[in-house]
């Protein structure tokens, strides 16, 4: 399978793939689009990372390295340190399955031996670098928080955004459920007071200094629109080109 698309993409900032790892190409399709955020669900297995939705469906030839890690080590060497030649860090989401507290030493392990492609987090600053990991679901939070370097940051939590000691150099990335917004499925207009309350969550992440994301939210260009036009920093999508036209304005 080929690392490049024929054509050089336009690195879209908004653009994130829900689920990567379901589509024909993972990875690689969302590269073609010009995503710049892809996800990936991890279950820790006889001390592998293997990558799928559920337990039952792992295979261990789908492993963490062998699916996002090594592909984009190699583009990144290829395009002169960047997933995109001159563009901007790519988030890897990796969204943990398994145990948290087991996962994690794991998971430590594997991203010190891609150091050079991935963003260096300390206490007080974040060096990036052409990937951005950023570990979701089954958080080892205390442990993740105790370490005074990391080359993967947190997915926080709307909570989050309420803490007066919240970091972007621990948190780079906040996450929600959209239902904790609102109830609009992307039929009729978003009803004005939960538009109110998405403007006002963005604001308050940005003011924090980290980005923010929803996941179930209406996959449409309707819910795209207003996701964008609200500052939401990565929109979730299952349709790669759908959401790549919309953000470019091309057919």
């Known amino acids: 399978m080929p690392l490049q698309s024929r054509q050089a993409p336009t690195p879209l900032l908004n653009a994130h793939a829900h689920n990567d790892y379901e589509h024909a190409r993972p990875l690689l399709d969302a590269l073609d689009n010009g995503f710049c955020g892809v996800e990936a669900d991890v279950h820790l297995v006889d001390g592998a990372l293997l990558v799928a939705h559920d337990r039952d469906k792992v295979r261990m030839d789908r492993t963490l390295q062998r699916l996002y890690l090594d592909p984009l080590r190699e583009r990144v060497r290829k395009n002169g340190g960047r997933v995109y030649r001159g563009g901007p860090t790519l988030t890897l989401l990796i969204d943990v399955k398994s145990d948290a507290d087991a ?15 991935l963003t260096r987090f300390t206490l007080t600053k974040t060096e990036p670098k052409a990937v951005t990991a950023v570990v979701s679901g089954a958080r080892a939070i205390a442990a993740m928080t105790a370490q005074k370097e990391r080359h993967a940051g947190i997915d926080g939590r709307l909570s989050d955004l309420d803490s007066p000691s919240l970091s972007p150099h ?17 039929v009729g207009p978003l009803p004005d007071a939960d ?6 969550t963005v ?33 979730n999508t299952d349709d790669l080109p ?10």
Do not use: C, M
């Open 195 to 200: 538009r109110k309350r998405l403007e006002q």
């Open 242 to 251: 759908g959401l790549r036209r919309f953000l470019t304005g091309s057919k």
């Open 103 to 117: 996962t994690w030493p794991v998971l430590r392990r594997a991203f010190t031996d891609y150091r050079d492609i």
């Open 203 to 235: 604001a308050k992440a940005h003011r924090a200094g980290v980005r923010l994301r929803f996941w179930a939210t209406p996959d449409t260009p309707a819910a795209w629109a207003i996701l964008r036009k609200a500052g939401v920093d990565l929109i």
């Open 170 to 186: 621990l948190y780079p990335l906040v996450s929600q459920n959209w239902s904790a917004i609102s109830r609009w499925r992307g």
